[in-house]
């Protein structure tokens, strides 16, 4: 069931919203039992603790503090994103796991990749949605990167190959899901069902509930997490405005707020995540606890200094997720 304390706020605000709205007592109480149905009658349950901690907090490969340290992409700034290279340095430099993005080809070939363009990574140009993947393999996927003599050649991976190399190397896998909901679900069930060691040495991850809540509909069983910075509607990664008109920006902070609220008194126990990745600047002690008592583990995103590094590790003592293991350097966004 709900916690207590997100029942009566959520279900206490959405009253208040509608009496606003409609100033009718009956309207506001029909619509609000309404969604507390729909809460109880199709949230999904969370994955035991028991299984959710030998995900997140496996037994080996752990940082000082027994916390997870994930190498962002594979470790863009150590080698190629996204690419089997990445997850080999990843494991030879003694991470915990990795996060990898799925994206899909034009042909439906799920691969590894974090924009939607081929453009910033490889030697190549175009969106994903017209390139099939017999055009993406001969691509060079280091290209780009500041070590592209060193790993000139690196191919873009297909998750697949992505997967088996993770395993060989016993690297827990954060499946960072960009979109596509149907379509991805439906990939990864394969691959659980494929390598069902993946059931204890992965997350699905994602920043839109959707996806989550199809990946639990397609098997339950899947340890997932909701991904969120605040006022990402309306501001890039590194803080600037993503409109210039005045009035959608002011939009987009209000769909932000709304947002931000969802996610902490109802997404996440309709899809019942056992972790919520956040962006490090909003993560306290106070933010922690509050996730804690609600069964869910906070993992920092993206940590690249030794100074944060030990802030998480020994004061917080959190996961998180960063774009190097051997130096500092600046957010890969």
């Not at 993206?302 to 500092?328: G, H, M, P, R």
Request: aromatic share 10%; proline share 4%; charged share 20%.
């Amino acid at each position: 069931m709900l916690q207590l304390g997100d029942g009566l706020t959520c279900f206490s605000a959405v009253f208040l919203l509608v009496l606003l709205g409609t100033r009718s007592a009956v309207w506001s109480t029909a619509l609000t039992a309404s969604l507390y149905l729909f809460v109880v009658l199709f949230r999904f349950p969370q994955v035991p603790a028991g299984r959710v901690k030998q995900v997140l907090r496996p037994g080996s490969r752990l940082a000082s503090g027994g916390v997870s340290v994930v190498a962002h992409r594979g470790g863009g700034h150590d080698a190629p994103e996204n690419t089997i290279a990445a997850i080999r340095a990843a494991s030879a430099n003694g991470a915990t796991g990795v996060e990898l993005d799925l994206e899909f080809t034009a042909d439906g070939i799920p691969i590894l990749m974090h924009d939607e363009t081929v453009d910033r990574t490889t030697n190549g140009s175009g969106p994903l949605s017209i390139l099939r993947f017999s055009e993406i393999s001969k691509l060079d996927a280091a290209a780009k990167h500041r070590l592209s003599d060193r790993f000139q050649g690196e191919k873009v991976p297909t998750l697949q190959e992505a997967v088996e190399e993770c395993i060989k190397h016993q690297l827990t896998i954060y499946f960072d899901v960009k979109g596509h909901a149907d379509e991805a679900a439906a990939a990864l069930k394969k691959l659980y069902q494929k390598h069902p060691v993946l059931y204890n040495s992965s997350v699905v991850c994602s920043f839109e509930p959707k996806v989550i809540y199809r990946m639990r509909q397609a098997d339950p069983e899947v340890v997932t997490a909701l991904t969120h910075r605040p006022w990402s509607l309306s501001r890039f990664g590194d803080g600037s405005p993503r409109y210039t008109s005045a009035w959608k920006h002011l939009w987009m902070q209000v769909l932000d707020v709304l947002l931000d609220w969802a996610h902490h008194h109802l997404l996440w126990n309709l899809c019942g995540v056992s972790a919520f990745l956040l962006q490090k600047n909003y993560i306290s002690t106070d933010i922690v606890q509050y996730w804690a008592e609600r069964g869910v583990e906070v993992v920092a995103w993206t940590v690249n200094t030794a100074v944060e590094k030990k802030y998480y590790q020994q004061l917080l003592n959190i996961n998180y997720i960063t774009d190097s293991l051997t130096e500092d350097c600046e957010p890969h966004y």
